[in-house]
């Protein structure tokens, strides 16, 4: 592939655009043992792994795959600079630590992200992610801090935190080596698809949440629809739903019906792989 002028953010919004994020996918390759449609998208290791081999083949050096427990990043060193990559966070332009300030030991940078999101008297306001990169006695490390703004308190709220350690590298074989543990872990209390709109910055989502899954009969009517304004509604529950459908459907190539089949089937599978003594904690659907 021919090199580009910049490859991390050709390849991020490729990788943006193209590859939604979705946590329910891996259990129906793991356990059915197929390869599920690339229009649903990929669990978020896999977005990463993706966009640091996009990157690559654009003309980027090779990336460190960078570990924090269940997450990864892929980090650039490129003339100095340190790039991050991280779609996962939904971040629009790439990270980019500049050398002299590597050199110096210390630097933070702050990009837009999606959702943006508009207040009360339309004022767009776009996610954050702030990234701090500190030199240490083993290399660097580096905080990642993803912020959405919220409608309702107009500030903005702190969504995830992870940190990156030079000398905490991916290993897949390791990461991968139990992965009933990591498709049952406590933290994953919900199936779902999450894609950021065609034409625009804000993302929609169809989410099936899994508490009390031993009782359940999972079916599309458990489905929750949420747009990039955080507001969550249950399916075919009128406009608000229909529109986030719409705007799934645009983006991802995929009918409501096929999305459904696929959200549907990955609670199933979590129903039958996960231990029906224990119960997760509630998922969080409205995020305005």
């Not at 919004?13 to 599920?36: F, Q």
């Not at 083949?57 to 600079?81: N, S, W």
Request: glycine share 8%; net charge negative.
């Amino acid at each position: 592939m021919t090199a580009t002028r910049d490859p991390y953010g050709t390849a991020l919004e490729s990788v943006l655009r193209t590859v939604p994020y979705n946590s329910g996918t891996e259990y129906l390759h793991w356990y059915h043992k197929s390869a599920p449609d690339p229009r649903h998208g990929l669990a978020c290791i896999y977005q990463t792994l993706y966009v640091a081999e996009r990157a690559t083949a654009l003309g980027a050096p090779e990336a460190k795959i960078l570990q924090d427990l269940r997450h990864i990043a892929a980090v650039f060193e490129t003339g100095g600079d340190v790039v991050v990559l991280d779609p996962y966070l939904l971040h629009l332009t790439p990270i980019r630590f500049p050398a002299r300030e590597v050199a110096a030991g210390h630097s933070s940078v702050e990009v837009d992200a999606a959702p943006v999101r508009l207040n009360a008297r339309g004022g767009r306001h776009p996610g954050r992610l702030a990234a701090v990169y500190r030199s240490s006695d083993h290399g660097y490390r580096i905080r990642l801090s993803y912020s959405k703004y919220s409608v309702e308190k107009d500030t903005y709220i702190l969504s995830r935190h992870f940190t990156l350690r030079s000398e905490n590298e991916f290993v897949y074989a390791d990461f991968s080596s139990d992965m009933l543990g990591l498709l049952t872990h406590p933290e994953q209390n919900s199936v779902s698809i999450r894609a950021l709109v065609a034409g625009a910055e804000v993302t929609a989502e169809a989410i099936i949440p899994l508490k009390g899954f031993a009782d359940r009969e999972f079916s599309a009517a458990d489905i929750w629809l949420r747009s990039g304004q955080g507001v969550a509604s249950r399916n075919g529950d009128g406009a608000h739903a229909s529109a986030v459908w719409a705007d799934l459907e645009r983006s991802t190539g995929l009918g409501r019906a096929d999305i459904e089949e696929h959200l549907v089937s990955a609670a199933q599978v979590y129903q039958k792989i996960a231990d029906h003594r224990t119960d997760l904690p509630g998922y969080s659907l409205q995020d305005a």
